[in-house]
């Protein structure tokens, strides 16, 4: 059955791992909100990390325990309450003062302009019951909103949360053009804007702008530009979770051959915050798989062969699952473990990280593509020597093991058999295995 391979979990899969510490990412929560709360007025923080570390789904827990601090303190799940003493020492309250809006601006780089997505952002946080109850609140700041959304795009946009749906259906868009006209400058409205989302929930913003690393230049370096024009304010933080060294990649793209994109960059934070990539073994024990089977052992020399992100690794899994299941059905043999744990989840790896030249391996017959992926990497050549050597003949494991050409002749034997298109290589590869195999590893190897 397809389905989408980009593991992204829902807020309560994300507080479950919160409660359970299962990425072992707490401290680290706790740390970032320790220093938020020493946060005098406003600040940029650039959260530092590679392509598929894990920032997404540091950010997005951050945020739930923020929440759940300010909505739920006397009730807070074991995960939380544990962050909260960690990053409260000493305090008695453990009321966080900001209120976080998380905003990923990948999803949103279609849309050209990065300012009538991020106010739509902050439209959505919101409070329907108190704006349609008060109507005292300045109606400029609830129309420059909806206003500069529809200058944007010449049309009204459909869920932009109903109470200034409700607001703007009660004047002519006129009105709406000449309210948000009448500001002094787009600043000072969407810095109202933002007072008017913080009433009586928080002291700050924290506006969490995540993906910026692998949004389209252009929108990038306006997304920068305009943050740092916009809310350049006492109460708003901006945490973007990124990888600096890709983003000034793509920046130098955008201005140039001899542009400095880091130094570019530098202008757009106070500080930076490095982040520690997620345990591999931690992650596979979150994806339900055991750190110690002889599928997670390849599936980790993979990785590490191609310094994968978690979001590739996250492909992986997904792929090689399925055929893992099926393996935990079947007699589980020692010739089965290496056609599922073995050779599957490398030609899956391939698939992964290089789908060129999974095309040739699959399609075309090159059996070269798997030879020189299991020879390339030590760590992935120890895993085919541990399950090909329970296959064979026990004195022909033990000749082999300490004989580097001999190992060699039998990845290629193996490839050889399953892909390639000529006969005589076939037959080769048959005679090569057929003098070490017990019984059944050749029709294993070659089965579709």
């Known amino acids: 059955m397809l389905q989408r391979t980009n593991y992204n979990p829902g807020d309560d899969e994300l507080l479950e791992l919160i409660s359970s510490n299962s990425l072992n990412r707490n401290k680290d929560i706790a740390d970032m909100l320790r220093l938020l709360m020493n946060i005098d007025k406003g600040l940029s923080i650039f959260l530092d990390g590679d392509w598929g570390s894990g920032k997404t789904y540091f950010v997005r827990s951050l945020k739930i325990v923020i929440d759940n601090l300010n909505t739920c303190p006397d009730v807070l799940p074991a995960g939380i309450n544990m962050i909260a003493s960690n990053a409260f020492k000493g305090n008695t309250s453990w ?5 976080p809006v998380y905003y990923n601006a990948w999803s949103c780089d279609y849309w050209g302009d990065p300012l009538a997505s991020i106010a739509c952002t902050l439209a959505a946080e919101t409070d329907e019951v108190r704006l349609e109850s008060e109507p005292s609140d300045n109606k400029v700041i609830k129309t420059a909103l909806k206003a500069l959304m529809e200058l944007t795009f010449n049309c009204c946009i459909p869920g932009l949360g109903s109470a200034i749906d409700k607001t703007a259906q009660a004047m002519k868009v006129e009105d709406l053009l000449d309210a948000f006209k009448k500001r002094s400058s ?3 409205a969407v810095a109202e804007a933002v007072n008017l989302v913080l009433k009586e929930r928080a002291d700050k913003l924290l506006l969490i702008v995540d993906e910026l690393d692998r949004c389209e230049p252009r929108f990038a370096c306006k997304l920068l530009e305009e943050l740092k024009t916009l809310f350049d304010l006492d109460n708003v933080v901006v945490l973007y979770s990124l990888n600096t060294e890709q983003l000034a990649h793509v920046i130098e793209g955008q201005y140039g051959a001899g542009f400095n994109g880091s130094r570019y960059l530098s202008k757009f934070y106070d500080i930076t915050v490095p982040i520690r990539t997620v345990d591999m073994d931690d992650y596979l024990a979150h994806r339900e798989m055991n750190p110690s089977y002889q599928s997670s052992l390849v599936i980790k020399s993979i990785v590490e062969a191609h310094e994968m992100s978690l979001r590739e690794t996250n492909r992986l899994i997904d792929i090689c699952k399925p055929n893992l299941a099926r393996l935990d059905d079947a007699h589980n043999t020692n010739e089965a473990v290496f056609r599922v744990s073995f050779m599957d989840t490398v030609v899956a790896g391939i698939r992964v990280s ?14 070269s593509v798997f030879t020189t992926e299991v020879k ?4 992935i050549k120890n895993c085919f020597v541990e399950t090909f050597g329970r296959c064979i003949k026990p004195d022909d494991y033990r000749s082999m093991v300490d004989d580097e050409n001999r190992i060699d002749e039998f990845i290629d034997a193996v490839a050889a058999l399953r892909w390639t298109n000529q006969f005589d290589k076939k037959i080769a590869a048959y005679k090569t295995i057929d003098e070490v195999e017990n019984g059944c590893l050749i029709p294993m190897i070659e089965r579709e």
């Not at 009321?95 to 209120?99: A, E, G, M, P, V």
């Not at 390339?376 to 760590?379: L, M």
């Open 95 to 99: 009321h966080c003062d900001y209120l």
């Open 186 to 188: 787009l600043r000072c």
């Open 376 to 379: 390339g990497s030590k760590e």
């Open 354 to 367: 290089n789908p060129a030249a999974y095309d040739r391996l699959i399609n075309k017959g090159d059996y």
